[in-house]
């Protein structure tokens, strides 16, 4: 029986859960931190918040969140791979304030009106329904509460474009092969990342779910964006 998108992409990353740190960076060419840091800049995120963060894989967007809202604040972070989950731990145990989870993004084991901030970085082009996953979010925060995406994109430039295809086709696998000899797994990102909606389409799902406000911001060309939105 063929496996489905959901067994897939949890296979992959249960598979490069040790390596994904390192990999991170490589493909970025470190640029996920700069855009993370200046998501954090635009969310404001106050001491005392409830977050979570969706997809959180290794925790590196959960620990700033823990950092922002301190101890008097909560931080959760969800994903469905426990590999991922346990990298995760061994970065958090100083942070009480945040709690690691498995769970699966496309039904969040909360309540409505739980959190003051949900965020999902590199997650929502790995799971099965887009707008299930975003529904979700809106579902769990509150009135007011704020969403911050961050996902690869599709460059706008026409300068841009078929540098970034052949990237995401020939030299991204390869970074794989060489760091975590799972160049199958690694080709799975790149097929991700081709099919996934442009920056004005996602914004339009965005508005679609019921978030107001969305504003969205390219990242290197368009490689990436940063998504916003509130809840009503
Ligand atoms: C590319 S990683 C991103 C991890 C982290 N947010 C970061 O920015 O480094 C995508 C993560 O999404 C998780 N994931 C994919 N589909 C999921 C789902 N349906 N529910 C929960 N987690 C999921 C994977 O296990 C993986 O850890």
Request: proline share 5%.
């Amino acid at each position: 029986m063929q496996k489905t998108k959901e067994q897939r992409v949890h296979e992959v990353f249960e598979k490069i859960s040790d390596n994904y740190d390192q990999m991170n960076s490589v493909i970025s060419f470190q640029q996920h931190n700069k855009w993370r840091n200046d998501t954090m800049h635009k969310m404001q995120v106050p001491k005392g918040a409830a977050c979570i963060d969706v997809c959180c894989g290794t925790a590196d967007w959960t620990i700033a969140l823990g950092e922002a809202v301190g101890p008097t604040g909560t931080v959760v972070g969800l994903d469905f791979s426990q590999n991922m989950l346990n990298v995760g731990h061994g970065k958090t145990a100083h942070m009480p304030q945040i709690e690691l989870v498995q769970g699966n993004a496309m039904a969040l084991p909360y309540p409505d009106n739980s959190f003051d901030f949900a965020t999902i970085g590199f997650g929502l082009r790995n799971v099965p329904d887009y707008e299930q996953a975003l529904a979700e979010m809106y579902r769990v925060l509150k009135p007011g509460g704020m969403i911050a995406c961050l996902e690869t994109s599709q460059p706008e430039s026409l300068l841009f474009k078929p540098f970034f295809r052949l990237y995401f086709r020939f030299i991204m696998p390869v970074f794989g092969k060489m760091f975590a000899k799972s160049y199958k797994e690694y080709s799975w990102l790149q097929e991700s990342a081709k099919t996934f909606p442009g920056m004005r389409e996602l914004a339009a799902l965005f508005s679609k779910v019921g978030f107001t406000k969305v504003k969205f911001k390219p990242y290197s060309g368009g490689a990436a964006a940063l998504h916003m939105g509130l809840k009503k």
